[in-house]
Protein backbone atom coordinates (compact mmCIF):
# COMPACT_ATOMS: atom_id res chain seq x y z
CA UNK A 1 0.00 0.00 0.00
CA UNK A 2 1.52 3.15 -0.96
CA UNK A 3 1.95 6.22 1.77
CA UNK A 4 1.03 9.67 0.93
CA UNK A 5 1.46 13.02 2.69
CA UNK A 6 -2.32 12.90 3.57
CA UNK A 7 -1.75 9.69 5.58
CA UNK A 8 1.15 11.51 7.47
CA UNK A 9 -1.38 14.39 8.27
CA UNK A 10 -3.80 12.00 9.76
CA UNK A 11 -0.42 10.07 11.46
CA UNK A 12 1.15 13.23 13.28
CA UNK A 13 -2.31 15.09 13.49
CA UNK A 14 -0.73 18.17 11.60
CA UNK A 15 -4.43 19.53 10.45
CA UNK A 16 -5.66 18.66 14.03
CA UNK A 17 -3.51 20.74 16.71
CA UNK A 18 -1.60 22.81 13.40
CA UNK A 19 -4.68 24.67 13.64
CA UNK A 20 -3.81 26.15 10.41
CA UNK A 21 -0.46 27.51 10.59
CA UNK A 22 1.04 23.97 10.23
CA UNK A 23 0.92 21.63 6.82
CA UNK A 24 2.62 19.17 4.64
CA UNK A 25 3.49 20.26 1.08
CA UNK A 26 3.51 17.68 -1.43
CA UNK A 27 7.38 17.23 -1.57
CA UNK A 28 7.11 15.55 1.67
CA UNK A 29 7.81 18.31 4.16
CA UNK A 30 6.84 20.08 7.02
CA UNK A 31 5.69 23.80 6.12
CA UNK A 32 4.57 26.83 8.45
CA UNK A 33 1.91 29.07 7.47
CA UNK A 34 1.89 32.23 9.24
CA UNK A 35 -1.08 33.88 8.55
CA UNK A 36 -2.98 30.92 8.18
CA UNK A 37 -3.34 31.15 4.22
CA UNK A 38 -1.52 29.84 1.13
CA UNK A 39 1.52 31.21 1.67
CA UNK A 40 3.80 29.24 3.36
CA UNK A 41 8.04 28.21 4.42
CA UNK A 42 9.25 24.88 3.55
CA UNK A 43 10.19 23.95 6.81
CA UNK A 44 13.30 21.45 5.25
CA UNK A 45 13.86 23.84 2.85
CA UNK A 46 14.62 27.04 5.11
CA UNK A 47 17.22 24.92 7.20
CA UNK A 48 19.56 24.36 4.28
CA UNK A 49 19.54 27.40 3.88
CA UNK A 50 19.78 28.32 8.12
CA UNK A 51 22.73 25.95 7.25
CA UNK A 52 24.26 27.69 4.59
CA UNK A 53 24.21 30.71 7.51
CA UNK A 54 26.24 28.75 9.90
CA UNK A 55 23.31 28.02 12.01
CA UNK A 56 23.41 25.25 14.44
CA UNK A 57 21.28 22.24 15.83
CA UNK A 58 19.35 22.42 17.96
CA UNK A 59 17.65 25.38 16.07
CA UNK A 60 14.80 27.45 17.47
CA UNK A 61 12.35 28.93 14.52
CA UNK A 62 9.98 31.82 15.55
CA UNK A 63 7.52 33.30 13.30
CA UNK A 64 6.77 36.52 14.24
CA UNK A 65 3.57 36.90 11.84
CA UNK A 66 2.27 34.13 14.05
CA UNK A 67 2.36 36.10 16.99
CA UNK A 68 0.45 38.79 15.31
CA UNK A 69 -1.96 36.83 13.73
CA UNK A 70 -3.03 35.46 17.22
CA UNK A 71 -3.31 39.09 18.97
CA UNK A 72 -6.03 39.67 15.77
CA UNK A 73 -7.38 36.55 16.57
CA UNK A 74 -8.03 37.11 20.28
CA UNK A 75 -8.88 40.84 19.75
CA UNK A 76 -11.51 39.90 16.95
CA UNK A 77 -12.90 37.02 19.21
CA UNK A 78 -13.72 39.80 22.37
CA UNK A 79 -14.82 42.19 19.47
CA UNK A 80 -17.47 40.37 17.82
CA UNK A 81 -18.29 38.94 20.92
CA UNK A 82 -19.42 42.94 22.30
CA UNK A 83 -21.15 43.30 18.93
CA UNK A 84 -23.26 40.84 19.14
CA UNK A 85 -23.98 40.91 23.14
CA UNK A 86 -24.22 44.75 22.42
CA UNK A 87 -22.07 44.93 25.22
CA UNK A 88 -21.53 48.64 26.37
CA UNK A 89 -17.99 48.14 27.12
CA UNK A 90 -14.07 47.72 26.06
CA UNK A 91 -11.96 44.79 25.74
CA UNK A 92 -8.17 45.47 26.54
CA UNK A 93 -6.23 42.51 26.08
CA UNK A 94 -2.66 42.55 28.54
CA UNK A 95 0.00 40.41 27.36
CA UNK A 96 1.64 38.48 30.60
CA UNK A 97 5.30 38.72 29.55
CA UNK A 98 6.44 36.08 31.87
CA UNK A 99 4.74 33.29 29.33
CA UNK A 100 7.74 34.49 26.70
CA UNK A 101 9.73 37.49 28.13
CA UNK A 102 11.82 37.20 24.78
CA UNK A 103 11.80 41.25 23.83
CA UNK A 104 11.63 39.98 20.36
CA UNK A 105 8.20 38.15 21.82
CA UNK A 106 7.12 40.80 23.27
CA UNK A 107 7.66 43.21 20.91
CA UNK A 108 6.02 41.70 18.02
CA UNK A 109 2.80 40.89 20.21
CA UNK A 110 2.87 44.82 21.49
CA UNK A 111 3.08 45.95 17.30
CA UNK A 112 0.48 43.55 16.47
CA UNK A 113 -1.63 44.68 19.38
CA UNK A 114 -1.33 48.33 19.25
CA UNK A 115 -3.94 50.32 17.41
CA UNK A 116 -6.21 47.72 19.27
CA UNK A 117 -5.29 48.67 22.65
CA UNK A 118 -3.03 45.89 24.02
CA UNK A 119 -1.71 46.32 27.07
CA UNK A 120 1.17 43.98 29.12
CA UNK A 121 0.90 42.13 32.87
CA UNK A 122 4.20 41.96 34.80
CA UNK A 123 4.28 39.56 37.74
CA UNK A 124 7.61 41.31 38.74
CA UNK A 125 9.73 44.27 39.45
CA UNK A 126 12.10 43.48 36.07
CA UNK A 127 8.83 42.25 33.94
CA UNK A 128 7.31 45.70 34.89
CA UNK A 129 10.69 47.36 33.61
CA UNK A 130 10.25 46.50 30.18
CA UNK A 131 6.39 46.66 30.19
CA UNK A 132 6.92 50.53 31.01
CA UNK A 133 9.77 50.66 27.75
CA UNK A 134 6.51 50.09 25.40
CA UNK A 135 4.59 52.47 23.34
CA UNK A 136 1.26 51.23 24.29
CA UNK A 137 -1.84 53.40 23.28
CA UNK A 138 -3.22 55.63 26.04
CA UNK A 139 -5.76 53.95 27.37
CA UNK A 140 -3.92 50.52 27.58
CA UNK A 141 -3.27 49.29 30.68
CA UNK A 142 -0.19 47.18 32.33
CA UNK A 143 -1.54 45.10 35.16
CA UNK A 144 1.13 44.79 37.75
CA UNK A 145 0.42 41.21 39.98
CA UNK A 146 2.73 39.03 42.08
CA UNK A 147 4.01 39.93 45.60
CA UNK A 148 5.30 43.27 46.34
CA UNK A 149 8.00 45.21 47.95
CA UNK A 150 8.12 48.95 48.19
CA UNK A 151 10.62 48.84 45.48
CA UNK A 152 7.79 47.12 42.57
CA UNK A 153 5.03 49.97 44.62
CA UNK A 154 7.77 52.68 43.41
CA UNK A 155 8.19 51.58 40.00
CA UNK A 156 4.67 51.17 39.03
CA UNK A 157 4.05 54.76 40.61
CA UNK A 158 6.71 56.26 38.21
CA UNK A 159 4.67 54.60 35.79
CA UNK A 160 1.74 56.66 36.56
CA UNK A 161 4.32 59.56 36.46
CA UNK A 162 5.33 58.62 32.64
CA UNK A 163 1.29 58.88 31.91
CA UNK A 164 0.62 54.83 31.94
CA UNK A 165 -2.73 53.33 33.37
CA UNK A 166 -0.28 50.88 36.04
CA UNK A 167 -2.45 49.24 38.04
CA UNK A 168 -1.21 47.86 40.99
CA UNK A 169 -3.34 44.43 42.13
CA UNK A 170 -3.36 43.77 46.01
CA UNK A 171 -2.46 40.14 46.49
CA UNK A 172 -2.39 40.59 50.69
CA UNK A 173 -3.89 43.02 52.82
CA UNK A 174 -0.80 44.60 54.00
CA UNK A 175 0.24 45.44 50.69
CA UNK A 176 -2.76 47.93 50.68
CA UNK A 177 -1.22 49.76 53.75
CA UNK A 178 2.10 49.79 52.01
CA UNK A 179 0.73 51.14 48.43
CA UNK A 180 -1.18 53.72 50.17
CA UNK A 181 2.40 54.99 52.29
CA UNK A 182 4.19 54.53 49.49
CA UNK A 183 2.09 56.88 46.83
CA UNK A 184 0.86 59.08 49.83
CA UNK A 185 5.33 59.66 50.62
CA UNK A 186 5.99 60.17 46.18
CA UNK A 187 2.72 62.30 45.97
CA UNK A 188 1.26 60.62 43.42
CA UNK A 189 -1.97 59.26 42.92
CA UNK A 190 -2.08 55.11 42.43
CA UNK A 191 -4.70 52.75 40.09
CA UNK A 192 -5.33 50.06 42.20
CA UNK A 193 -6.72 46.59 41.74
CA UNK A 194 -7.19 43.44 43.54
CA UNK A 195 -6.80 39.73 42.77
CA UNK A 196 -9.68 37.74 44.31
CA UNK A 197 -9.59 33.77 45.19
CA UNK A 198 -12.72 31.97 43.71
CA UNK A 199 -13.85 29.18 45.15
CA UNK A 200 -14.41 27.91 41.27
CA UNK A 201 -11.32 26.18 40.27
CA UNK A 202 -9.22 25.72 36.86
CA UNK A 203 -8.90 22.09 35.49
CA UNK A 204 -5.93 19.80 34.33
CA UNK A 205 -2.34 20.69 35.66
CA UNK A 206 -2.26 24.10 36.80
CA UNK A 207 -5.44 23.85 38.42
CA UNK A 208 -3.45 24.91 42.12
CA UNK A 209 -3.73 28.26 41.06
CA UNK A 210 -7.45 28.68 42.23
CA UNK A 211 -9.88 26.84 44.58
CA UNK A 212 -9.27 27.60 48.03
CA UNK A 213 -5.86 26.42 48.90
CA UNK A 214 -4.37 28.89 46.06
CA UNK A 215 -1.25 30.38 46.04
CA UNK A 216 -2.37 33.69 45.29
CA UNK A 217 -5.44 36.08 45.63
CA UNK A 218 -7.81 37.64 48.86
CA UNK A 219 -9.92 35.77 50.58
CA UNK A 220 -13.32 37.35 50.82
CA UNK A 221 -12.38 38.66 53.99
CA UNK A 222 -9.50 39.80 52.89
CA UNK A 223 -10.60 41.59 50.24
CA UNK A 224 -12.89 43.49 52.31
CA UNK A 225 -9.98 44.09 54.93
CA UNK A 226 -8.18 45.51 51.87
CA UNK A 227 -10.56 47.81 50.68
CA UNK A 228 -11.37 48.90 54.53
CA UNK A 229 -7.49 50.01 54.89
CA UNK A 230 -7.74 51.68 51.15
CA UNK A 231 -11.09 53.64 52.09
CA UNK A 232 -9.44 54.45 55.57
CA UNK A 233 -6.38 55.99 53.53
CA UNK A 234 -8.98 58.30 51.21
CA UNK A 235 -7.99 55.87 48.24
CA UNK A 236 -11.62 53.78 47.50
CA UNK A 237 -12.24 56.02 44.89
CA UNK A 238 -8.61 54.77 43.24
CA UNK A 239 -9.66 50.76 43.63
CA UNK A 240 -10.76 50.43 39.93
CA UNK A 241 -10.31 47.16 38.58
CA UNK A 242 -11.03 43.11 40.14
CA UNK A 243 -8.69 40.51 38.99
CA UNK A 244 -9.00 36.43 39.16
CA UNK A 245 -6.59 33.97 37.43
CA UNK A 246 -8.35 30.61 37.50
CA UNK A 247 -5.32 28.20 36.00
CA UNK A 248 -3.44 28.03 33.15
CA UNK A 249 -4.62 25.52 30.17
CA UNK A 250 -7.70 25.43 31.70
CA UNK A 251 -9.37 22.29 29.42
CA UNK A 252 -12.97 22.74 30.29
CA UNK A 253 -14.80 25.54 29.27
CA UNK A 254 -17.36 25.17 31.86
CA UNK A 255 -14.97 25.68 34.16
CA UNK A 256 -13.64 28.89 32.88
CA UNK A 257 -17.74 30.08 32.73
CA UNK A 258 -17.70 29.43 36.29
CA UNK A 259 -14.97 31.41 37.57
CA UNK A 260 -16.45 33.90 35.39
CA UNK A 261 -19.65 33.61 36.69
CA UNK A 262 -17.89 33.85 39.96
CA UNK A 263 -15.58 36.67 39.12
CA UNK A 264 -18.43 38.84 37.68
CA UNK A 265 -20.70 38.63 40.36
CA UNK A 266 -18.13 39.73 42.97
CA UNK A 267 -17.68 42.54 40.48
CA UNK A 268 -20.73 43.59 40.25
CA UNK A 269 -21.78 43.20 44.15
CA UNK A 270 -18.79 46.30 44.76
CA UNK A 271 -19.86 48.02 42.29
CA UNK A 272 -23.45 48.21 43.54
CA UNK A 273 -21.91 48.37 47.04
CA UNK A 274 -20.59 52.03 45.35
CA UNK A 275 -16.89 51.10 44.73
CA UNK A 276 -16.00 52.28 41.57
CA UNK A 277 -14.43 49.53 40.47
CA UNK A 278 -14.80 49.38 36.36
CA UNK A 279 -12.25 47.12 35.00
CA UNK A 280 -12.64 43.18 35.56
CA UNK A 281 -9.36 40.90 34.89
CA UNK A 282 -10.52 37.44 33.88
CA UNK A 283 -6.58 36.22 33.99
CA UNK A 284 -5.50 33.75 32.06
CA UNK A 285 -6.21 30.25 31.13
CA UNK A 286 -7.17 30.15 27.74
CA UNK A 287 -5.60 26.90 26.64
CA UNK A 288 -3.54 25.27 23.71
CA UNK A 289 -5.49 22.18 21.64
CA UNK A 290 -1.49 20.60 21.93
CA UNK A 291 -2.66 17.29 20.76
CA UNK A 292 -5.55 18.61 18.53
CA UNK A 293 -7.99 16.69 20.15
CA UNK A 294 -10.85 19.44 20.69
CA UNK A 295 -11.84 17.37 24.10
CA UNK A 296 -11.14 18.24 27.71
CA UNK A 297 -8.03 16.31 28.31
CA UNK A 298 -4.83 18.11 29.92
CA UNK A 299 -3.20 18.53 26.42
CA UNK A 300 -6.60 19.54 24.68
CA UNK A 301 -9.34 22.16 25.30
CA UNK A 302 -12.83 21.62 24.59
CA UNK A 303 -13.65 25.02 23.21
CA UNK A 304 -12.45 27.68 20.89
CA UNK A 305 -10.91 31.13 21.27
CA UNK A 306 -14.10 32.55 20.09
CA UNK A 307 -16.37 30.26 22.61
CA UNK A 308 -14.17 31.61 25.13
CA UNK A 309 -14.85 35.43 24.42
CA UNK A 310 -18.41 34.68 23.73
CA UNK A 311 -19.12 32.92 27.18
CA UNK A 312 -16.84 36.03 29.08
CA UNK A 313 -18.81 38.60 27.32
CA UNK A 314 -22.54 37.03 27.81
CA UNK A 315 -21.72 35.64 31.25
CA UNK A 316 -20.53 39.61 32.67
CA UNK A 317 -23.17 41.20 30.47
CA UNK A 318 -26.10 38.81 31.91
CA UNK A 319 -24.62 39.44 35.75
CA UNK A 320 -24.13 43.00 35.25
CA UNK A 321 -27.38 43.21 33.94
CA UNK A 322 -28.69 41.70 36.71
CA UNK A 323 -27.35 43.68 39.65
CA UNK A 324 -28.25 46.76 37.35
CA UNK A 325 -24.84 48.02 37.22
CA UNK A 326 -22.63 48.95 33.99
CA UNK A 327 -20.60 46.73 32.33
CA UNK A 328 -16.85 46.47 32.93
CA UNK A 329 -14.11 47.37 30.70
CA UNK A 330 -12.65 43.84 29.97
CA UNK A 331 -9.33 42.61 30.28
CA UNK A 332 -7.77 39.30 30.17
CA UNK A 333 -4.18 37.68 30.34
CA UNK A 334 -3.77 35.55 27.64
CA UNK A 335 -0.59 34.04 27.27
CA UNK A 336 -0.19 30.67 26.43
CA UNK A 337 -3.04 31.21 23.93
CA UNK A 338 -0.73 34.26 22.27
CA UNK A 339 2.31 32.67 21.60
CA UNK A 340 2.53 28.75 22.12
CA UNK A 341 2.20 28.61 17.74
CA UNK A 342 5.37 30.48 17.20
CA UNK A 343 8.27 28.67 18.34
CA UNK A 344 9.36 25.27 16.70
CA UNK A 345 12.72 23.37 17.41
CA UNK A 346 14.64 21.62 15.04
CA UNK A 347 16.67 18.79 15.99
CA UNK A 348 18.67 16.35 14.41
CA UNK A 349 18.68 12.91 14.72
CA UNK A 350 22.10 11.23 15.54
CA UNK A 351 21.64 7.79 15.76
CA UNK A 352 20.12 4.86 17.68
CA UNK A 353 20.41 2.62 20.10
CA UNK A 354 19.22 -0.28 18.91
CA UNK A 355 21.17 -2.82 16.45
CA UNK A 356 18.05 -3.71 14.22
CA UNK A 357 20.49 -4.94 11.36
CA UNK A 358 18.48 -7.98 10.46
CA UNK A 359 22.14 -9.94 10.30
CA UNK A 360 21.60 -13.67 10.70
CA UNK A 361 22.45 -14.94 14.25
CA UNK A 362 25.04 -17.91 13.58
CA UNK A 363 25.64 -19.84 16.98
CA UNK A 364 29.03 -21.51 16.56
CA UNK A 365 28.66 -24.87 17.75
CA UNK A 366 31.17 -24.61 20.90
CA UNK A 367 28.80 -21.40 22.17
CA UNK A 368 27.68 -22.36 25.61
CA UNK A 369 24.41 -24.96 26.15
CA UNK A 370 22.24 -22.44 27.29
CA UNK A 371 22.59 -20.17 24.29
CA UNK A 372 22.25 -23.42 22.20
CA UNK A 373 19.03 -23.59 23.92
CA UNK A 374 18.00 -20.04 23.57
CA UNK A 375 18.63 -20.23 19.83
CA UNK A 376 16.69 -23.25 19.58
CA UNK A 377 13.60 -21.40 21.02
CA UNK A 378 14.05 -18.45 18.95
CA UNK A 379 13.88 -20.88 15.79
CA UNK A 380 11.15 -22.54 16.99
CA UNK A 381 8.41 -19.64 17.84
CA UNK A 382 5.19 -19.59 16.44
CA UNK A 383 1.83 -18.06 16.74
CA UNK A 384 0.47 -20.58 18.64
CA UNK A 385 3.41 -21.47 21.13
CA UNK A 386 5.06 -17.64 21.74
CA UNK A 387 3.59 -17.38 25.12
CA UNK A 388 4.99 -20.73 26.44
CA UNK A 389 8.40 -20.11 24.51
CA UNK A 390 8.43 -16.55 25.43
CA UNK A 391 8.73 -17.41 29.10
CA UNK A 392 10.81 -20.21 28.63
CA UNK A 393 13.27 -17.67 27.05
CA UNK A 394 12.79 -15.51 30.03
CA UNK A 395 14.36 -18.35 32.14
CA UNK A 396 16.99 -19.15 30.11
CA UNK A 397 17.91 -15.11 30.23
CA UNK A 398 17.93 -15.24 34.04
CA UNK A 399 20.31 -18.76 33.68
CA UNK A 400 22.72 -17.03 31.22
CA UNK A 401 22.68 -14.05 34.03
CA UNK A 402 24.18 -16.44 36.72
CA UNK A 403 26.16 -18.81 34.10
CA UNK A 404 28.26 -15.03 33.57
CA UNK A 405 27.83 -13.86 37.45
CA UNK A 406 30.28 -17.47 38.10
CA UNK A 407 32.56 -16.88 35.03
CA UNK A 408 31.37 -19.69 32.54
CA UNK A 409 29.44 -17.69 30.06
CA UNK A 410 32.40 -15.64 27.81
CA UNK A 411 31.27 -12.27 26.40
CA UNK A 412 30.86 -13.37 22.70
CA UNK A 413 28.12 -15.84 24.51
CA UNK A 414 26.85 -13.16 26.37
CA UNK A 415 26.52 -10.94 23.12
CA UNK A 416 25.30 -14.07 21.30
CA UNK A 417 22.67 -14.16 24.31
CA UNK A 418 21.44 -10.83 24.41
CA UNK A 419 20.77 -10.77 20.79
CA UNK A 420 19.20 -13.40 20.78
CA UNK A 421 16.99 -12.69 23.21
CA UNK A 422 15.98 -9.36 21.31
CA UNK A 423 14.46 -11.36 18.67
CA UNK A 424 12.79 -13.30 20.56
CA UNK A 425 11.10 -10.50 22.73
CA UNK A 426 10.48 -8.91 19.17
CA UNK A 427 8.82 -12.28 17.67
CA UNK A 428 6.45 -12.58 20.55
CA UNK A 429 5.23 -9.31 20.31
CA UNK A 430 4.71 -9.55 17.41
CA UNK A 431 2.07 -12.43 17.41
CA UNK A 432 1.12 -11.27 21.04
CA UNK A 433 -0.90 -8.19 18.76
CA UNK A 434 -2.26 -10.37 16.29
CA UNK A 435 -4.36 -11.81 19.14
CA UNK A 436 -7.44 -9.72 19.96
CA UNK A 437 -6.68 -9.46 23.07
CA UNK A 438 -2.88 -8.43 24.08
CA UNK A 439 -1.27 -9.84 27.69
CA UNK A 440 -0.39 -7.14 29.90
CA UNK A 441 3.42 -8.53 30.24
CA UNK A 442 3.50 -8.01 26.21
CA UNK A 443 2.42 -4.39 26.09
CA UNK A 444 5.67 -3.90 28.90
CA UNK A 445 8.15 -5.75 26.84
CA UNK A 446 6.95 -3.71 23.39
CA UNK A 447 8.01 -0.96 25.60
CA UNK A 448 11.40 -1.51 26.42
CA UNK A 449 11.91 -2.90 22.52
CA UNK A 450 10.54 0.39 21.29
CA UNK A 451 13.83 1.88 19.54
CA UNK A 452 15.46 5.27 20.63
CA UNK A 453 16.72 7.58 18.69
CA UNK A 454 18.93 10.09 19.32
CA UNK A 455 18.37 13.57 19.20
CA UNK A 456 20.49 17.03 19.11
CA UNK A 457 18.56 18.80 22.34
CA UNK A 458 17.97 18.65 26.07
CA UNK A 459 14.65 18.55 27.36
CA UNK A 460 15.62 20.67 30.03
CA UNK A 461 16.07 23.58 28.07
CA UNK A 462 14.45 23.28 24.99
CA UNK A 463 10.65 21.69 26.84
CA UNK A 464 11.10 21.85 30.55
CA UNK A 465 7.65 21.26 31.47
CA UNK A 466 7.27 17.77 29.22
CA UNK A 467 10.09 17.00 32.57
CA UNK A 468 8.39 18.61 34.94
CA UNK A 469 5.08 17.96 34.20
CA UNK A 470 4.75 15.13 31.22
CA UNK A 471 2.84 18.16 29.45
CA UNK A 472 2.66 16.55 25.42
CA UNK A 473 4.04 18.58 22.39
CA UNK A 474 3.71 17.86 18.89
CA UNK A 475 6.91 15.75 17.66
CA UNK A 476 7.08 15.11 13.83
CA UNK A 477 9.20 14.70 11.11
CA UNK A 478 10.48 17.70 9.03
CA UNK A 479 10.69 15.79 5.88
CA UNK A 480 9.64 12.35 4.81
CA UNK A 481 6.86 12.53 4.99
CA UNK A 482 5.61 11.01 2.22
CA UNK A 483 7.53 7.72 3.09
CA UNK A 484 6.04 5.10 5.19
CA UNK A 485 7.51 5.64 8.75
CA UNK A 486 8.97 2.24 9.79
CA UNK A 487 10.47 3.02 12.82
CA UNK A 488 8.65 2.74 16.74
CA UNK A 489 10.83 5.03 18.75
CA UNK A 490 11.37 7.58 21.06
CA UNK A 491 13.71 10.44 21.14
CA UNK A 492 16.36 10.94 23.63
CA UNK A 493 18.11 14.03 24.64
CA UNK A 494 22.00 14.45 24.58
CA UNK A 495 21.77 15.44 28.97
CA UNK A 496 23.44 12.34 30.68
CA UNK A 497 19.99 12.33 32.32
CA UNK A 498 17.44 9.63 31.90
CA UNK A 499 14.82 11.67 32.22
CA UNK A 500 15.92 12.93 29.04
CA UNK A 501 13.40 11.64 26.80
CA UNK A 502 10.08 12.26 24.69
CA UNK A 503 8.72 8.92 25.47
CA UNK A 504 5.07 10.82 25.84
CA UNK A 505 3.39 11.62 22.32
CA UNK A 506 0.27 13.44 21.15
CA UNK A 507 -2.44 11.19 19.82
CA UNK A 508 -6.58 12.01 19.15
CA UNK A 509 -6.93 9.38 21.79
CA UNK A 510 -5.08 8.36 24.53
CA UNK A 511 -1.46 9.57 24.20
CA UNK A 512 1.46 7.22 22.54
CA UNK A 513 4.73 5.93 24.59
CA UNK A 514 6.39 5.79 20.88
CA UNK A 515 6.27 7.36 17.86
CA UNK A 516 6.51 5.94 14.41
CA UNK A 517 9.20 7.66 12.54
CA UNK A 518 11.47 6.67 9.43
CA UNK A 519 14.47 4.26 9.43
CA UNK A 520 17.69 6.30 9.39
CA UNK A 521 19.70 6.37 6.19
CA UNK A 522 23.61 5.88 6.64
CA UNK A 523 25.06 9.45 5.90
CA UNK A 524 21.37 11.09 5.47
CA UNK A 525 20.53 13.90 8.15
CA UNK A 526 17.27 13.11 9.58
CA UNK A 527 15.12 16.26 11.21
CA UNK A 528 12.82 16.53 13.61
CA UNK A 529 10.18 19.60 15.02
CA UNK A 530 8.77 19.89 17.92
CA UNK A 531 6.28 22.08 17.51
CA UNK A 532 3.85 24.91 20.31
CA UNK A 533 7.14 25.25 21.88
CA UNK A 534 6.26 29.06 22.36
CA UNK A 535 4.72 29.16 25.80
CA UNK A 536 6.90 29.17 28.95
CA UNK A 537 8.89 26.78 27.11
CA UNK A 538 11.67 28.40 25.64
CA UNK A 539 12.48 30.65 28.28
CA UNK A 540 12.20 28.18 31.44
CA UNK A 541 15.22 26.16 30.31
CA UNK A 542 17.64 25.15 33.32
CA UNK A 543 20.95 24.80 32.00
CA UNK A 544 21.10 21.18 33.09
CA UNK A 545 24.43 19.44 32.10
CA UNK A 546 25.06 23.32 30.75
CA UNK A 547 23.50 23.03 27.78
CA UNK A 548 22.44 26.64 26.81
CA UNK A 549 19.96 28.77 24.85
CA UNK A 550 19.93 27.33 21.44
CA UNK A 551 20.75 29.10 18.01
CA UNK A 552 17.43 31.32 16.65
CA UNK A 553 16.06 32.02 12.75
CA UNK A 554 13.04 34.23 12.89
CA UNK A 555 11.32 33.67 9.92
CA UNK A 556 8.74 35.63 8.11
CA UNK A 557 6.59 35.40 4.47
CA UNK A 558 6.65 38.45 2.21
CA UNK A 559 3.22 39.46 0.57
CA UNK A 560 5.21 37.60 -2.95
CA UNK A 561 5.14 34.39 -0.75
CA UNK A 562 9.08 34.38 0.06
CA UNK A 563 10.79 33.71 3.15
CA UNK A 564 12.96 35.61 4.99
CA UNK A 565 15.48 35.56 7.71
CA UNK A 566 14.76 38.61 9.31
CA UNK A 567 17.14 37.62 12.32
CA UNK A 568 19.70 34.91 13.17
CA UNK A 569 20.88 34.67 16.98
CA UNK A 570 23.55 32.28 17.85
CA UNK A 571 22.93 30.71 21.11
CA UNK A 572 25.00 30.59 24.14
CA UNK A 573 28.79 29.06 23.60
CA UNK A 574 30.04 27.48 26.66
CA UNK A 575 31.87 29.72 28.26
CA UNK A 576 28.46 31.93 28.54
CA UNK A 577 26.82 29.20 30.01
CA UNK A 578 30.02 28.71 31.92
CA UNK A 579 30.23 32.11 33.72
CA UNK A 580 26.13 32.03 34.82
CA UNK A 581 27.34 29.24 37.29
CA UNK A 582 30.81 31.32 38.44
CA UNK A 583 33.51 28.97 36.21
CA UNK A 584 35.08 32.06 34.07
CA UNK A 585 36.91 31.52 30.78
CA UNK A 586 39.93 33.32 31.30
CA UNK A 587 40.73 32.04 34.61
CA UNK A 588 39.85 28.31 33.82
CA UNK A 589 42.26 29.04 30.38
CA UNK A 590 44.76 30.07 33.00
CA UNK A 591 44.68 27.35 35.44
CA UNK A 592 44.94 24.72 32.45
CA UNK A 593 47.98 27.00 31.50
CA UNK A 594 49.47 26.24 35.03
CA UNK A 595 49.17 22.82 34.62
CA UNK A 596 51.06 22.82 31.19
CA UNK A 597 53.30 24.97 32.31
CA UNK A 598 53.93 22.39 35.35
CA UNK A 599 54.03 19.59 33.14
CA UNK A 600 56.77 21.09 30.75
CA UNK A 601 59.20 22.27 33.50
CA UNK A 602 58.86 18.24 34.91
CA UNK A 603 59.95 17.36 30.63
CA UNK A 604 56.89 15.03 30.79
CA UNK A 605 55.35 17.46 27.90
CA UNK A 606 56.83 19.24 25.20
CA UNK A 607 56.37 23.18 24.95
CA UNK A 608 54.46 22.84 20.85
CA UNK A 609 52.28 20.31 22.72
CA UNK A 610 51.33 22.36 25.51
CA UNK A 611 50.89 25.34 23.20
CA UNK A 612 48.49 23.10 20.96
CA UNK A 613 46.76 21.52 24.32
CA UNK A 614 45.99 24.91 25.81
CA UNK A 615 44.57 26.39 22.59
CA UNK A 616 42.83 23.61 21.97
CA UNK A 617 40.79 24.06 25.45
CA UNK A 618 40.56 27.64 25.17
CA UNK A 619 39.04 27.33 21.69
CA UNK A 620 36.26 24.40 23.00
CA UNK A 621 35.12 27.53 25.49
CA UNK A 622 34.23 29.47 22.37
CA UNK A 623 32.29 26.42 20.77
CA UNK A 624 28.74 26.08 21.08
CA UNK A 625 26.89 23.82 23.53
CA UNK A 626 25.20 21.41 22.05
CA UNK A 627 26.67 18.26 19.49
CA UNK A 628 27.90 18.34 15.89
CA UNK A 629 26.22 15.42 14.34
CA UNK A 630 28.00 16.58 11.48
C1 LIG B 1 0.76 32.99 34.26
C2 LIG B 1 -0.35 33.92 34.38
C3 LIG B 1 -1.12 34.26 33.26
C4 LIG B 1 -0.96 33.60 31.91
O1 LIG B 1 -1.82 32.53 31.82
P1 LIG B 1 -2.02 31.72 30.44
O2 LIG B 1 -2.76 30.54 30.85
O3 LIG B 1 -0.67 31.46 29.89
O4 LIG B 1 -2.79 32.58 29.53
C5 LIG B 1 -2.11 35.20 33.42
N1 LIG B 1 -2.32 35.78 34.62
C6 LIG B 1 -1.59 35.48 35.72
C7 LIG B 1 -1.87 36.15 36.98
C8 LIG B 1 -0.59 34.54 35.64
O5 LIG B 1 0.11 34.22 36.71
Known amino acids: MSYSTRDAR ?110 LEAGSKAELAVALTHDLEDDAVIV ?29 PHEAEMIARVSKAMGINPLIGARTRLQARGSGMWERSSGAGAKFGLTTQELLDSLEILTSHGLADQFRLLHFHAGSQITEIRRIKSAVREGARIFATLRADGYPVEYLDVGGGLGVDYDGSNTSYEASMNYSVSEYANDVVYIVKEICDAENVPVPTLISESGR ?181 HALQPGKPYYIAVALLGAYQDVLGDYHNLFGRVDEAHVTVTKGGATRVVKALPGDDAHEVLALFGHQ ?27 QAVRGYAESLEGYTYLNFG
Open 144 to 172: CNGYKDEDYVRLALRGRQLGRKVFLIIEK
Open 585 to 611: AESMVERVQERADALVAARKLTKAAAK
Open 10 to 119: RYYGVDAWGQGYFGVNGRGHLTVHPSRGSRRVDVHALIARLKRRKLRFPLLLRFPQILEDRVHELFDAFDSAIGEFHFDGAYRGVFPIKVNQNADVVASIVKAGRKRGIG
Open 337 to 517: ALTAYHAVLISEVGGQNQDENGDDIFVPVDAHDTVQELYEIWEGMGRKNHREFFHDAEAKREELLKHFDLGFLSLRDRALAERLMGRVRRMAVAFAKEERFVPEEFLDVEKQLVTKYIANFSVFQSLPDHWALDQLFPVLPVHRLDERPTVSATLCDVTCDSFGEIDEFVDLREKRTSLKL
